[in-house]
């Protein structure tokens, strides 16, 4: 499915969109590409979308270059228009395109699309593979709490943000929705498993449901 069909919106709107999807959005990106090493001169984006953290990691790292990776080919028209020669751009799968050789790999609101814990622990020894001494794993995404309670909090923290946006029907069925295609991985587990692909793990960020987490080589 075509992320405009998964969020349910027309693709132009997408950058406007996503912000009042998910609380924060700007803050994250900024906390994950402030963690790219400035003298990057190969990243890789894991579901590049429209390339927001993208851009962002090129104000840290102004001499590398991008290889955007995103299933879906009509989202990258919009990365291309954004980056023109600074990026290459793949339409494939992330869970079997080659990564080149990079110094870091970033990821937003991507790797909830992996379905099993064993295509995510695969996804992540070829990220690690791929990285160059000293790279950085960096990825942001929906990252509930395992304790129910605490979860309930955090679930009611992300619709009340969908609310400045939308009626309390339409809230909760967007979650819903998306619950239904989307795997939100619980923190500790996410912790657990980049470390046993053989990163050293950091929450960079945290807040709600939400969390940065960077992964050294
Ligand atoms: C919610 S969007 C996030 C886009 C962008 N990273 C951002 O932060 O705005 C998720 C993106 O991941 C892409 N995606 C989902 N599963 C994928 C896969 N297996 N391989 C490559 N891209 C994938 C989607 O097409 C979509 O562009």
Do not use: N
Not at 61 to 68: E, F, L, N, S, T
Not at 130 to 147: E, H, N, W
């Amino acid at each position: 499915m075509g992320v405009a069909a998964h969020l349910g919106i027309r693709l132009a709107e997408y950058d406007r969109r996503i912000r009042t999807f998910i609380p924060d959005y700007d803050e994250m990106l900024d906390v994950a590409a402030a963690a790219v090493p400035a003298r990057a001169r190969m990243l890789v984006d894991l579901g590049i979308g429209t390339g927001a953290l993208a851009a962002r990691c090129l104000k840290i790292a102004p001499r590398a270059r991008i290889v955007g990776i995103d299933v879906d080919p009509e989202i990258l028209t919009m990365a291309a228009r954004r980056f023109r020669d600074r990026a290459t751009l793949a339409a494939g799968t992330f869970l079997r395109t080659p990564l080149p050789s990079c110094d870091a790999v970033v990821a937003s609101f991507a790797l909830h699309h992996v379905r099993t814990r064993a295509a995510k622990a695969a996804l992540y020894r070829r990220v690690r593979a791929a990285l160059r001494p000293r790279g950085l794993f960096v990825s942001v995404d929906c990252q509930p709490a395992r304790d129910p309670a605490v979860r309930r909090v955090q679930r009611d923290a992300w619709l009340a943000h969908l609310r400045r946006s939308y009626t309390a029907t339409q809230a909760t069925k967007l979650l819903a929705a998306w619950s239904r295609e989307d795997v939100y991985v619980p923190l500790d587990s996410e912790f657990a498993l980049m470390r046993r692909c053989g990163f050293r793990v950091e929450v960079l960020w945290r807040r709600g449901s939400f969390a940065v987490l960077r992964g050294a080589r």
